[in-house]
């Protein structure tokens, strides 16, 4: 039998080598939608008990898979190729220099040195194109460091908002499409309080900085600033939410959500009329806020305006105009008469009161679909969220450009952030609450399970950062608040 030469095997080898590289790129440049039919006529003929939509997901998840451990692969060949180049340049520099050769010491030192460089290229290569695959391994870690702790069920329609009073006693606020606004026992899960005073959709609540009184915002074109009194039940034992067995992602069918007249919210206190009625707009009023100190309110409509209210006599004080489509929602700085109000537009925009002679305002241009939210953080900066997937974080002082992107595979709703640890919670359109360092790392995702997690579209988050029990919540379009308890020194250890 004929033996081969070395450099018959060497070029064979090449030959192989350049085929299968060849053949890999060809394959990535494929059409998504070729692959996707191929794969799922192999899984036709195939016995599968599980429903169709799961096993278009989990196909779509694998291609995504396929996808980025190609680009790997191609990406690593190009690295090798670098790295022999470079090899094969220093062994002819070490020829060369001072006409003799480079000791071996000497250039297996410089090799090293060049060799390293490209590896630890590889290296971030590697994290930046798996981190998408990565990250999805985090959930079981993060059951342990997110427990669901209470369910605040009640309402008859979805929650659109959720709220933290900020003096004592410490409640929680519901504002939804059953037009009433909800306030609940964070402990017991109890309904205190109804307010019954609008005749659309509440669509926001927002409690005063000092007082036991709310600020709501409705779909019949009002806001109303009602007062409430509340007497806290005695906490009882309660069953481990978090001892539950099922897989995630599970579909509901509407049988699975809450029923709105099983707790018995109908029979606690109820508020029918407010204080004052702020009635200056000629749209849905879907946001409201308090301003610092409390004095004075601002609303946000889709009539495309903001008004700003004097809240003891009820007048308008300033209308806020320039954004070209309906707002979505509006914030106010915690320390300084600042406003922030987003819009369909796709920008938001900051408005300064600070001095009273000049009211001046800066437009933020950053995404390509409605900005769902814009919050203020400790500091100069602001948080966005939007339709188009995507959350910026900002720099007041620099407005030009984001200083941190976050990309997400779902419309994000109204964000909130952490002020004491700098963390980001996105509520999404796909039932997932994800949380987010201000840097754009990604922390954890909130469990969501056949027993726990929302069912439906989440419409906000919450924090309430010195409450021992639940520093987190979530409302939903499932007709149900969630209570979570983060274990935020665990989650920033495992980041």
């Given amino acids: 039998m004929p033996i081969e030469s070395g450099s018959c095997a060497s070029a064979r080898q090449a030959k192989q080598k350049r085929k299968s590289h060849s053949l890999s790129i060809r394959r990535t440049n494929s059409s998504e939608q070729e692959r996707a039919g191929l794969q799922r006529d192999m899984l036709e003929g195939q016995d599968s008990k599980l429903p169709s939509a799961v096993r278009n997901t989990l196909l779509e998840l ?40 480079l000791s071996k010491g000497q250039l297996k ?15 971030t290569t590697y994290k930046a194109s798996t981190s998408k695959i990565v990250s999805s391994f985090k959930t079981t870690t993060s059951r342990a460091i997110c427990q669901l702790v209470k369910e605040y069920v009640g309402h008859r329609d979805g929650i659109w908002d959720v709220s933290v009073a900020k003096t004592q006693p410490v409640v929680l606020g519901t504002a939804s499409a059953d037009h009433t606004a909800l306030l ?54 309660t069953a481990d939410c978090n001892q539950v067995s099922g897989e995630d992602d ?63 006599t009820s007048e ?28 369909r537009d796709t920008t938001f925009r900051l408005w300064d009161f600070r001095d009273p002679s000049i009211h001046s305002v800066n437009v933020f241009q950053g995404h390509t679909d409605t900005v769902t939210s814009a919050v203020f953080t400790v500091g100069d900066n602001v948080v966005s969220g939007s339709d188009d997937r995507t959350v910026k974080v900002w ?21 909130s952030v952490c002020v004491g640890q700098r963390i980001i919670a996105l509520p999404h359109d796909n039932r997932q609450v994800r949380l987010f360092d201000m840097s754009g790392v990604r922390l954890a995702r909130l469990p969501r399970s056949n027993r726990q997690g ?20 979530t409302c939903g379009f499932d007709r149900q608040a969630i209570g979570w308890n983060i274990n935020i020194p665990a989650l920033l250890q495992e980041k």
């Avoid at 694998?62 to 180049?85: H, P, S, V």
Wanted: some cysteine.
């Fill in 109 to 123: 030192t410089k090799a090293s040195h060049s060799t390293s460089q490209l590896s630890q290229k590889l290296k």
């Fill in 250 to 312: 599970v579909d509901h069918s509407d049988k699975d959500e809450p029923d709105g007249d099983g707790d018995g919210s109908s029979d606690c206190p109820t508020v029918r009329a407010p204080l004052t009625s702020l009635k200056s707009h000629q749209g849905v009023v879907i946001a409201a806020d308090w301003l610092v100190g409390g004095k004075q309110a601002v609303t946000a409509s889709w009539d495309r305006t903001a008004n700003l209210y004097d809240v003891e």
């Fill in 395 to 415: 720099d007041l002082k620099n407005m030009r450009s984001p200083i941190a992107t976050i990309r997400t595979d779902s419309a994000v709703n109204r964000i």
């Fill in 454 to 473: 929302h069912r439906r579209m989440v419409c906000c988050s919450a924090w309430c950062e010195d409450h021992p029990i639940c520093n987190l919540f």
């Fill in 62 to 101: 694998f291609g995504q898979i396929e996808r980025e451990f190609e680009n790997l692969y191609i990406e690593n060949l190009e690295l090798r190729r670098e790295i022999d180049t470079l090899n094969e340049r220093l062994a002819g520099e070490g020829q060369t220099i001072d006409g003799a050769e």
């Fill in 184 to 237: 609940w026992s964070i402990e017991t899960g109890k309904c205190l309080v109804k307010y019954v005073g609008h005749v659309g959709s509440v669509n926001s609540i927002k409690f005063h900085p000092t007082e036991q009184v709310a600020l709501t915002a409705s779909g019949d074109q009002t806001a109303h600033i009602w007062r409430y009194i509340v007497q806290l039940p005695t906490p009882q034992p």
């Fill in 316 to 343: 308008l004080v300033h209308s806020l105009t320039g954004h070209d489509q309906e707002l979505t929602h509006c914030c106010t700085h915690p320390t300084q008469r600042l406003v922030v109000t987003s819009s």
